[in-house]
């Protein structure tokens, strides 16, 4: 939920503006309501704004308490230049605000402020009508968890455990780039931590750890050589260092080299990437934490911003392949995908139950157990941040994910890494759109149609929006 501030604007001059305060603030309290009930903190400026002293005043006042957007409520004709220093004294995103009645007009208001901020390109959002209406209050809702998804990277930390994996150019941005733009901060971690540490953590814990994995998963394959406890017990040690890490350090949200120095030498990461993005571990219910594979540092940027607009984990996957007989993408990782994919239930024993944990292929000679499922099925929103000539934009693309019959699945995935997650994707775009232009082997996704978010998104932070299929 968005914590939301509202500034109300009114005429300039004393005598109008007297008769209409009543009028301000109805509208304004109704606006405060709505919000309030579904779940937002709401924060209001003290005095309607009809001075060009109290614009700045108010909206100073509303600032201080950091919204990730603040609405001008506009009902009336109310003069521009309020809006104007309103905005200016606002860091964050705006959205102007106008009621459609004939009776006053909010709306001439609106479209003044409006015109007036676009002199100056100062970016904002607009939505009119009355806000009883299931549509208009979607429509700020819309704006409010774009808003406060933008607002979440201000000000928080990545952290990079080991750099450019396999001379994936796609996997690094540059840390200028990300602080003048995103406000984020790169905190570079040597993969060294992991291997050092991992000999640190209590054996009682990965005991335990390794234990509720063999209750819960539908099989651990051990095979003696790639799987064997002991390995598995290294990368829940991992896990825990990662925690660790993440704590010391205070990162928001992270992302592991792995190969090819950990994945040839010490263990993959499969099993404490997984679990980070899991809302849970083997301790219980815990808040999510976007973890890279590969260190990917536009993929864990691109999953943190869904993050913050549907709450849930994030996928990380390969473009692997695409079934053309099929129509269908196998959207497959060597490195992890959440085990909440595999059913997206609340309860860890009802996703663990699809998981296998099968010893890694020929790929990775320190082994470890590759988090082996099928995404359950539903509509899924898609997403990338990549580079264009260095300017960032954000592809998109609608979709469902399939699931089959059991020999059907399992036809389609031995035709590329069994052991690995996968996701199969019926995309709303043409395979010619998507090889033809999609800019990255890696996808990102979060189940609903966040389309609209995105563009939202876009426009805050100064990013070309691409569209393929549906989503154009
Ligand atoms: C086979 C490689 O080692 C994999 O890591 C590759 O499939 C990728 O995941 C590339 O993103």
Not at 23 to 36: C, H, M, P, S, Y
Not at 79 to 101: E, K, Q, Y
Request: net charge negative; charged share 25%.
């Amino acid at each position: 939920m968005a914590r939301i501030g509202i500034i109300t604007f009114s005429d300039g001059r004393d005598f109008v503006h007297r008769d209409l305060a009543e009028f301000d603030r109805g509208v304004e309290n109704k606006i405060a309501q709505a919000l309030t009930e579904k779940g937002h903190e709401v924060v209001r400026a003290e005095e309607v704004v009809w001075t060009n002293e109290l614009a700045t005043r108010e909206a100073r006042r509303v600032a201080d308490m950091r919204p990730d957007l603040t609405i001008f409520n506009i009902p009336v004709w109310a003069f521009p230049h309020f809006a104007m220093l309103a905005a200016h004294a606002t860091p964050g995103p705006l959205l102007l605000f106008s009621s459609l009645s004939p009776q006053y007009p909010g709306m001439v208001g609106m479209l003044a402020a409006a015109g007036s901020l676009d002199q100056i390109g100062r970016v904002y959002g607009r939505a009119w009508g009355s806000i009883e209406e299931p549509a208009v209050l979607e429509r700020v809702e819309v704006f409010a968890r774009a808003a406060a998804a933008v607002r979440s990277l201000d000000g928080s930390i990545f952290g990079r455990i080991g750099g450019r994996p396999m001379g994936m150019y796609t996997a690094v941005s540059s840390t200028d780039q990300w602080m003048e733009k995103f406000g984020v901060d790169v905190e570079e971690i040597d993969q060294w931590e992991l291997v050092r540490r991992s000999e640190t953590i209590e054996k009682s814990r990965l005991r335990a750890a390794r234990e509720w994995l063999e209750k819960h998963a539908a099989g651990v394959h051990y095979d003696g050589k790639q799987l064997t406890p002991e390995l598995l017990e290294r990368q829940i040690a991992s896990y825990y260092v990662m925690r660790e890490l993440i704590e010391e350090w205070h990162l928001d949200f992270s992302g592991i080299k792995a190969q090819p120095e950990l994945t040839t030498h010490f263990a993959t990461m499969d099993v404490t990437e997984a679990f980070l993005n899991d809302p849970y571990d083997w301790d219980g219910p815990k808040e999510t934490h976007v973890c890279a594979t590969e260190a990917d540092m536009d993929a864990a940027l691109t999953m943190q911003l869904l993050k913050g607009l549907s709450h849930t984990p994030v996928l990380f996957a390969d473009v692997r392949h695409y079934h053309t007989d099929r129509g269908i993408w196998d959207l497959c990782n060597s490195g992890q995908h959440a085990t909440w994919f595999a059913a997206r239930s609340d309860d860890p024993a009802e996703n663990m139950k699809h998981v296998n944990l099968y010893p890694e292929g020929f790929y990775f000679r320190a082994g470890g157990a590759s988090v082996h499922h099928v995404a359950a099925p539903g509509d899924f929103t898609f997403a990338r941040l990549t580079r264009l000539k260095g300017r960032y934009r954000m592809h998109v693309m609608l979709g469902s994910l399939e699931r089959y019959d059991q020999a059907t699945n399992d036809f389609l995935m031995k035709q590329s890494d069994y052991n690995w997650p996968h996701a199969f994707a019926r995309m709303e775009a043409s395979v010619e759109e998507i090889l033809g232009r999609y800019g990255s082997n890696h996808i990102h996704a979060i189940p609903g149609n966040y389309v609209e978010d995105l563009r939202i998104i876009c426009k805050l932070l100064d990013i070309d929006y691409d569209g393929f299929g549906s989503a154009a």
